[in-house]
């Protein structure tokens, strides 16, 4: 059974992640953990270890009350909803929990702003997307929920896409019945040979299983071609793959500023290979 990790520090963005992965997720068989993370100033005297009890029984209390919620919000649900309280910051706990779990997924808001400006700009949901072994999915603060039927595959035609990595994607697809898109913006070093793209492009569909063609974005701006991109197909989720130079950090590289962001209400999943 596939296991939903859902760090939440009771913020709106937090919440709001959580709505949307209950929804998501509804005619999946999952299992749902709330993580909530605390931390106090490190020392080995006995009031700070006292302190550390008060607010470990606070992030319990917090965490009962807010199942509660959940379940007078969304009385339907089917699937267990379980809460960790975990000592540390928000990034070891999700490593640790999703260490320990098997087929794990994880759902964090961005706070205040797009899902791209989120990971470049730093915050631990930055930290979460690049340092964790799970899939992410990046769930902007103003969006809500709609079903997802166009998902957007952003490729860069490196070699050897990793069949485990691409099995979210896949699973996506066949239980949303989702249509796939899928498209590679171009860089200065020049087109990607001919031959690279069409072995790069047959092992896709044969690990996705389905025909696939795509459609290559060469602008001045290849953020703003993205944007243009999402909204002309109207795309509902847009898919990255994590490398250790990944697709968006490349534009980056080519000198883009970070205040060029992606201004989407568009949700991100980030796979890893």
Known sequence: ????????????????????????????????????????????????????????KQAVEDLTNYKKELATAFPDNKNEILFKEVYGDVLYAIKSISEETENAEVVVGAKG???????????????????????????PENVV?????????????????NSDSLAPLKNLLVNKNAALRVFYVEDEDGEIEEAQQKRVTNDLESKLNQKIDVLKINEEDPLSAVQKFIHSH??????????KKSFFESLFHRSFSKQIALH????LLVLHD
């Open 1 to 56: 059974m596939k296991t939903v990790l859902l760090p939440t520090d009771f913020s709106a963005n937090s919440k709001n992640a959580v709505n949307w992965a209950l929804q998501f997720y509804q005619n999946e068989q999952v299992k749902f953990i709330l993580i909530h993370s605390y931390f106090s100033p490190q020392s080995g005297s006995s009031a700070v270890v006292s302190i550390n009890e008060i607010l470990r």
């Open 113 to 139: 702003m797009s899902a791209m400006e989120e990971i470049f700009i730093g915050s631990n949901t930055s930290a979460i997307v690049k340092e964790a072994d799970a899939p992410v999915f990046v769930i």
């Open 264 to 267: 989407t209400d568009t949700p």
């Open 145 to 161: 929920y709609k079903a997802v039927e166009k998902v957007a595959l952003a490729i860069d035609f490196q070699d050897n896409m």
């Open 234 to 243: 109207k795309i509902d989720c847009l898919v990255t793959i994590n490398r």
